[in-house]
């Protein structure tokens, strides 16, 4: 018999190419406003960028603070100072839900496994695109419940907001019955640790790096079927 009767999926770089996505954005959005995006560019917005979603996980600065700095510091950087940080964030989160796609097959992986599965959307994201993002694969009608932490005012790991997406179900089963699946070992699988339920993280091939040890551990999500 299957063990878990509700599946938590992240979205980003799970279900959905973040990375992909990502980097189409900034390039758009720079060549938007009449300029151009190089590699050594998005190399440097990346780790800027991981920078404050870091900070932003833990609770150093909020939501809005995010949308405010996380071009600034990036454009302060580089020397562009032609170009509003806020404004420029607006047309990246336009352009990436544009450009958005789900790894092929990510669908119809959803399709089959909620057959058999309650099946939710865990995201750290901003309310202008995760939902949006879904809505333009096509996936987000395939949720039993999507929880994003922007419109709640809590990011994972935080075990708030595993305990909002517990009551984002009507009767939710024992906790022994759940498993978050997803990418980031902080976020998804400490998280899911701290709330007391198992977790499959997706390493994309990559070592494990921290002392997090997941309950699984899969190489991508298409994996996931082994597991349950």
């Known amino acids: 018999m299957n063990k878990y009767e509700w599946l938590l999926f992240d979205v980003d770089n799970t279900l959905l190419d973040f990375s992909k996505a990502s980097k189409e954005s900034l390039f758009k959005t720079f060549l938007d406003h009449n300029m151009v995006c190089t590699e050594d560019i998005y190399k440097t917005y990346k780790v800027e960028n991981a920078k404050v979603w870091i900070d932003f996980e833990d609770k ?13 510091g990036f ?28 790894y092929t097959g990510a669908v119809e992986l959803i ?23 879904l809505a333009h694969v096509g996936m987000i009608e395939l949720f039993d419940s999507i929880v994003v932490s922007d419109e709640i005012g ?6 708030r907001f595993f305990e909002y997406t517990y009551n984002s179900i009507p009767n939710p089963p024992d906790k022994s019955k759940i498993l978050v699946i997803g990418d980031n070992l902080m976020s998804d699988i400490l998280g899911g640790q701290n709330f007391g339920v198992d977790t499959c993280w997706i390493s994309h091939k990559k070592e494990n790096p921290s002392q997090i040890k ?15």
């Open 60 to 72: 150093k600065i909020d939501t809005e603070t995010l949308k405010k700095i996380r071009f600034a």
């Open 75 to 102: 454009f302060d950087l580089m020397g562009i100072t032609k170009l509003d940080p806020f404004e420029f964030n607006t047309a990246y989160i336009k352009n990436m839900v544009a450009v958005s796609e789900a």
């Open 111 to 133: 399709k089959k496994v909620s057959d058999n599965h309650i099946v939710s959307i865990i995201t750290n994201g901003l309310k202008e695109a995760q939902r949006p993002r």
């Open 154 to 159: 809590v990011a994972k790991p935080d075990v």
């Open 214 to 228: 997941p309950t699984f551990n899969i190489n991508s999500v298409f994996d996931i079927e082994s597991v349950l």
